[in-house]
């Protein structure tokens, strides 16, 4: 069964940094691009970020480039997101999700992770 | 204001018919990128229900069909049951954000 772990999720001061992880399973993890999505409380899905299969190509949605970085451990088969710079409207549950292919732009998420939330303020 | 514009809620009796619209524009659903759509019931995992436009995949009822014209798509459930109450999300590709887009969510209520 394919499953996606999020963890690392807390609540943090506006201006610090947060880094996030996705453990994965079920899966050969090196054979897929990765996304990262949120969801505000109360509102709708935003993407985040991507990287795809061998972390040759990252993108990230305009809300946080520069303030996140995007990675992951094909070895560990983990994805991250390093956050800094947090602002109360980065409070999210971020979703860790799996690509339908290596890399490529016109494609689906499959499956998600169950999410975990970050929490901005003072 | 999302890229994808979708009705805030719909809303249908058991057994009913429902349709949820997509309209997107020339930089994402008008240049040819597939629409997928998602089916989130609060507190859980968002989850894939059609794929590349028309595709379900494996498990999701056939009361749950697709299509793509132009710039928009659309999501049809037809015999509306209880369970279909959640919130339902299309998405694309938008090539000049080079981003992945989301409509803003449908709320689906079955009264």
């Known amino acids: 069964e394919v499953q996606l772990v999020e963890s690392g999720g807390g609540l943090v001061q506006p201006g610090r940094s947060l880094r996030l992880s996705c453990a994965a399973s079920?899966?050969?993890?090196?054979?897929?691009?990765m996304h990262w999505v949120r969801q505000v409380p109360g509102k709708g899905l935003e993407w985040v970020s991507s990287?795809?299969?061998?972390?040759?190509?990252?993108g990230y949605a305009d809300s946080v480039k520069g303030r996140c970085t995007i990675s992951r451990d094909n070895a560990k088969n983990s994805l991250y997101l390093q956050m800094s710079g947090l602002r109360p409207e980065d409070t999210a549950l971020y979703y860790c999700a799996k690509d339908r292919a290596a890399a490529g732009e016109n494609n689906w998420f499959d499956p998600w992770g169950q999410g975990t939330l970050v929490t901005v303020s003072s | 204001q999302s890229v994808l514009t979708q009705p805030p809620s719909v809303s249908g009796a058991p057994g009913q018919r429902v349709t949820i619209s997509c309209t997107g524009s020339?930089?994402?659903?008008?240049?040819?990128?597939?629409v997928h759509w998602y089916q989130h019931l609060p507190g859980t995992a968002p989850k894939l229900l059609i794929y590349g436009n028309t595709n379900r995949p494996s498990g999701v009822p056939d009361r749950f069909s697709g299509s793509k014209s132009g710039t928009s798509a659309s999501l049809a459930i037809t015999g509306l049951q209880a369970e279909d109450e959640a919130d339902y999300y299309c998405q694309s590709y938008d090539n000049s954000l080079s981003a992945w887009v989301f409509g803003g969510g449908t709320k689906l209520t079955v009264l």
């Open positions: 079920g899966f050969t993890f090196d054979d897929y691009a």
């Open positions: 020339s930089s994402n659903i008008g240049a040819g990128y597939d």
């Open positions: 990287i795809s299969w061998n972390s040759g190509r990252k």
